[in-house]
Nanobody, 114 residues
Framework: QVQLMESGGGLVQPGGSLRLSCAAS????????MGWYRQASGKEREMVAL??????TIYADSVKGRFTIFRDVENTVFLQMNSLKPEDTAVYYC?????????WGQGTQVTVSS
């Protein structure tokens, strides 16, 4: 089994920054994709940013130029979020795909409000 532990959410004013982290542990044999999704109240979960095979990155249009995803060698993925907007408010979920299996973290709340 794989466990994903997220941290870094919170309340921030518009224009501010937050960094989310997600540490993967357990039976990790290979990682094909690690990334972040978010779900705002009353909306469907959407992709925010992904790292594919360790180096290729994909971003949602709504966060391009403001968010950066990166990984370290210890199977931790980060999401640096700058210039945050109220519409970024959501629960952010970490996801890992490896050997055809998909794993989710418990989610961390990000609230952007003045």
């Amino acid at each position: 089994q794989v466990q994903l532990m997220e941290s870094g959410g919170g309340l921030v004013q518009p224009g501010g920054s937050l960094r989310l982290s997600c540490a993967a542990s357990g039976s990790i044999f290979s990682i094909n994709v690690m990334g972040w999704y978010r779900q705002a109240s009353g909306k469907e979960r959407e992709m925010v940013a992904l790292i594919i095979n360790g180096d290729r990155t994909i971003y949602a249009d709504s966060v391009k130029g403001r968010f950066t995803i990166f990984r370290d060698v210890e199977n931790t993925v980060f999401l640096q979020m700058n210039s945050l907007k109220p519409e970024d408010t959501a629960v952010y979920y970490c996801n890992l795909i490896g050997r055809g299996n998909s794993y989710w973290g418990q989610g961390t709340q990000v609230t952007v409000s003045s």
